[in-house]
């Protein structure tokens, strides 16, 4: 009787162990990929593991369920999406440790080679945990030509959060934004060798209420890139260098209408890059650029520290006569620049290239100074087809109008907004020509 007894009582307790075990994992919120059977020695592929996890977390339904990817861990993926939508309103990815790309290409063997990593309708994702994504960009480099692969890709998502995170060495654009909104970008590195082909930072297109800050950006293209469909956009306290510089565009190619408004870029630096505030469009396009702010921008040996370009033309394309003046072009208008200072590596620090038939309009310019890297040298601006106002602007710009400085009213200072993408403030045209943000 009492070993019946025994077995009984042994057999309850291993029910209640059962069921404690079945209750937790069904109320877990966080699903580690270890878990999931990911190795994390950067040579196994661990991309299933990843997916089966994303998988669990997306059917949660608890707050804010997290994907777990741990510390002192290096885990490679081939290309894979992460796609949603998920059952909670804010899912967290959670990346402590290392994930790398294949070091061939390989790997992309019958898919896309455009994309490596991919956040597919997801809304209220937050990732961040101090982690690297590396992208192994010098296999793309130095092997293939045409479409390489971007690195992070987050398309059609909403109040999304980025941060924390290490990103290195993508085949093309590190990060790439499109049809998202309410999303802040913020404590983020970028690095990329100077030389590396089309490594742009941060690309967005089609997106709207977006933050950037507090972010370190070096690379071998634009540190931020604003294509067709960008509007309401915050850049403060970016360091940009090396790279092409902060870029609106380019738009406008082979007779496209696009368009950019609403852009702040505020507390800025540019170090070493080859551009610092670029606006770049093609001839034969249509559409606008208009009511963008720039204040409190810094440059250190910067080849063109401002450039408006109504003539670009992508290297490796040749500009034939007949694309020259063409009667339409992207309108750029309400364009303000405001406390700018530092050195420029070439001779020509103030570059204003704009269409006959266009032209650029309301381009205002206050307190600006900029003399060269080399000390003692010349400089100079280039200036055609554009309008506007210039006070206390060094070197001059000839084509602009001079005001005095009693027509131009003291600045309130620019307002950052907090990491909450919902905060982006906007842009009156109005304000813009009187120098306020």
């Given at each position: 009787?009492?070993?019946?007894?025994?077995?009984l009582?042994?057999?309850?307790?291993?029910?209640c162990?059962?069921?404690?075990?079945?209750l937790?994992?069904?109320?877990?919120?966080?699903?580690?990929v270890?878990?999931?059977?990911?190795?994390?020695d950067?040579l196994t592929d661990?991309?299933?593991?990843?997916l089966?996890a994303?998988?669990?977390?997306?059917?949660?339904?608890?707050?804010?369920?997290?994907?777990?990817?741990?510390?002192?861990?290096?885990?490679?993926?081939?290309?894979?999406s992460f796609?949603?939508?998920?059952?909670?309103?804010?899912?967290?990815?959670?990346?402590?440790?290392?994930?790398?790309?294949p070091?061939?290409?390989?790997?992309?063997?019958?898919?896309?080679?455009?994309?490596?990593?991919?956040?597919?309708n997801?809304d209220?994702?937050?990732?961040?945990?101090?982690?690297q994504?590396?992208?192994?960009?010098?296999?793309?480099?130095?092997?293939?030509?045409?479409?390489?692969?971007?690195?992070?890709?987050?398309?059609?998502?909403?109040?999304?959060?980025?941060?924390?995170?290490?990103?290195?060495?993508?085949?093309?654009?590190?990060?790439?934004?499109?049809?998202?909104t309410?999303?802040?970008?913020?404590?983020?590195s970028?690095?990329?060798?100077?030389?590396?082909?089309?490594?742009?930072?941060?690309?967005?297109?089609?997106?709207?209420?977006?933050?950037?800050?507090?972010?370190?950006?070096?690379?071998?293209?634009?540190?931020?890139?604003?294509?067709?469909?960008?509007s309401?956009?915050?850049?403060?306290?970016?360091?940009?260098?090396?790279?092409?510089?902060?870029?609106?565009?380019?738009?406008g190619?082979?007779?496209a209408?696009?368009?950019?408004?609403?852009?702040?870029?505020?507390?800025?630096?540019?170090?070493?890059?080859?551009?610092?505030?670029?606006?770049?469009?093609?001839?034969?396009?249509?559409?606008?650029?208009?009511n963008?702010?720039?204040?409190q921008?810094?440059?250190?040996?910067?080849?063109?520290?401002i450039?408006?370009?109504?003539?670009?033309v992508?290297?490796g394309?040749?500009?034939?006569?007949?694309?020259?003046?063409?009667?339409?072009?992207?309108?750029?208008?309400?364009?303000?620049?405001?406390?700018?200072?530092?050195?420029?590596?070439?001779?020509?620090?103030?570059?204003?290239?704009?269409?006959?038939?266009?032209?650029?309009n309301?381009?205002?310019?206050?307190t600006?100074?900029?003399?060269?890297?080399?000390?003692?040298?010349?400089?100079n601006?280039?200036?055609?087809?554009?309008?506007?106002?210039v006070?206390?602007?060094?070197?001059?710009?000839?084509?602009?109008?001079?005001?005095?400085?009693?027509?131009v009213?003291?600045s309130?200072?620019?307002?950052?907004?907090?990491?909450?993408?919902?905060?982006?403030?906007?842009i009156?045209?109005?304000?813009?020509?009187?120098?306020?943000?």
């Amino acid at each position: 009787m009492q070993s019946l007894f025994t077995i009984l009582f042994v057999f309850w307790v291993a029910s209640c162990c059962s069921f404690r075990k079945i209750l937790t994992a069904t109320n877990t919120t966080t699903f580690n990929v270890i878990d999931y059977g990911a190795v994390g020695d950067g040579l196994t592929d661990d991309s299933q593991a990843f997916l089966k996890a994303w998988k669990d977390m997306c059917e949660a339904t608890q707050s804010t369920p997290t994907l777990e990817v741990p510390l002192e861990k290096t885990f490679m993926l081939k290309p894979l999406s992460f796609n949603g939508p998920c059952n909670s309103p804010t899912i967290h990815f959670q990346l402590e440790g290392n994930v790398v790309a294949p070091k061939n290409t390989d790997a992309w063997e019958g898919q896309s080679k455009d994309k490596w990593i991919v956040f597919i309708n997801t809304d209220g994702l937050i990732i961040d945990g101090g982690g690297q994504i590396d992208g192994q960009g010098s296999v793309w480099w130095d092997a293939c030509k045409g479409k390489l692969d971007i690195a992070l890709s987050l398309h059609n998502c909403s109040n999304l959060q980025l941060s924390g995170l290490h990103h290195l060495n993508s085949g093309r654009n590190h990060i790439s934004l499109s049809d998202c909104t309410n999303t802040s970008i913020s404590s983020i590195s970028i690095v990329a060798p100077e030389d590396s082909p089309n490594t742009d930072g941060i690309d967005i297109c089609r997106s709207t209420n977006i933050l950037i800050q507090d972010s370190n950006i070096g690379t071998g293209d634009d540190c931020i890139a604003m294509n067709d469909g960008t509007s309401y956009i915050n850049i403060t306290g970016v360091s940009c260098g090396p790279g092409h510089g902060i870029s609106v565009g380019s738009l406008g190619e082979d007779g496209a209408e696009e368009t950019v408004e609403q852009v702040i870029v505020h507390d800025c630096s540019f170090s070493g890059t080859q551009n610092g505030l670029r606006i770049k469009t093609w001839q034969g396009g249509s559409g606008y650029v208009r009511n963008i702010s720039y204040d409190q921008i810094t440059f250190a040996n910067t080849y063109n520290p401002i450039i408006i370009d109504q003539f670009y033309v992508d290297r490796g394309r040749q500009l034939y006569v007949d694309e020259g003046n063409q009667a339409s072009a992207v309108e750029i208008s309400n364009i303000t620049y405001r406390d700018v200072n530092g050195t420029s590596a070439s001779e020509t620090a103030i570059t204003l290239n704009c269409s006959m038939e266009i032209g650029c309009n309301d381009i205002i310019m206050h307190t600006i100074n900029i003399i060269s890297s080399t000390p003692g040298a010349y400089i100079n601006t280039s200036c055609n087809n554009a309008h506007g106002k210039v006070t206390s602007v060094l070197p001059s710009v000839s084509c602009l109008d001079v005001s005095g400085s009693a027509e131009v009213p003291s600045s309130p200072p620019v307002e950052v907004p907090s990491v909450t993408p919902l905060e982006v403030p906007s842009i009156s045209p109005s304000d813009e020509n009187e120098f306020y943000f």
